[in-house]
DNA sequence: TATTGTTATACTCTATAACTATA
DNA sequence: TATAGTTATAGAGTATAACAATA
């Protein structure tokens, strides 16, 4: 284990190899991995975000809606648009205020959620593959401390609460 | 350490939580700050990464850089063009084989990778910290171990053998 | 005026396909 | 024909700013 926190071999003026990079680099591989199984689902990641925000508990607006997914109003919008004309989501306003628009399933929507639901799982359990539970809770614990940080000055992620996932 | 592994709350039909969603946002949480760190400094992270496998070695060819940022080569020659442009780097052809390009660094393009360089150092501090070395050393065997499940019968990550970093 | 959401527009990163130039 | 790289084009995801509708 004397390999780690080396430098890097064949630099001119050495210097330590950023933690940060080696998380980036990781972080961007299992993303796209990710990306990748939830497209042969039929999905993308924000696209499951939403669906799994939307089971998870109906968001009052969809400005609370973004928040969760980690997207801006407008982004969500751009996101939703394309979520109903794939016939996913319906919207409709609420009558008690109607600048707010209801954002519901569809049968079709509740579809593509259990199947992305099952594309998520089986990514999940080829993640873990070859790690014991403690491993992946000494992961979750480092990650959070990672998340922490990287956002320190921001808001906490939004799915931050999700991750705490007060089991019962 | 009970709350690890645990349910979602509130969700009709329990299903277990993604440790994979886990990772892919808190990946998206370290990415967006990495960014947000390396657009402070004036860079972006392929830029970044070009300047860094260009000072790292010289790459005898376009193709071998593009694999080691990885990304395409045309996306290669889109993000050289555009760092061409800032004067950071200069792209000649080799007089053994005309057909290839010598990438090299400019005096800004040095500049630009010191400065860089710096933010990502200072990325990776903030990131550490309240972290042990000991902890660093096992995020590290467990982000490679993800790594690797995730590109599981996929090509291994260009960076792979960077995070290896054969310590002198 | 403040809130909710949409539209218009644009930027970044990425990719594929077709092309040029060289070998 | 094969290789190195560029150009042209496109698409996904994101963002900001301006706008409309409602409160």
Redesign the pocket.
């Known amino acids: 284990m004397s390999m780690l926190g080396g430098r890097l071999a064949g630099v001119p003026a050495p210097f330590p190899l950023p933690v940060g990079l080696r998380l980036a680099q990781t972080a ?1 591989a299992v993303e796209r991995a990710f ?1 990748e199984a939830l ?1 042969e689902a039929g999905g ?4 499951w975000l939403i669906l799994l925000n939307l089971k998870l508990s109906k968001p ?7 928040e969760a ?14 979520m ?1 004309a794939r016939g996913l989501v319906t ?1 409709t ?11 519901a399933l569809t049968e079709a929507g509740e579809a593509a959620f259990v199947r992305l639901r099952d594309a998520a799982l089986a990514f999940d359990a080829r993640l873990r593959a070859g790690l014991a539970d403690a491993d992946l809770a000494t992961l979750t614990t480092l990650l959070g401390h990672l998340a922490a940080n990287a956002g320190a000055g921001e808001a906490a992620p939004p799915w931050a609460s999700l991750a705490e996932g007060r089991a019962e």
Do not use: M
Request: charged share 30%.
């Open positions: 961007r990306d497209g993308t990641l924000p696209v009052a607006n969809q400005r609370e809606l973004a997914v980690g997207v801006r109003e407008a982004t969500l919008t751009h996101h939703l648009n394309a109903d919207r306003r609420d009558a008690a205020n109607r600048r707010v628009q209801v954002v």
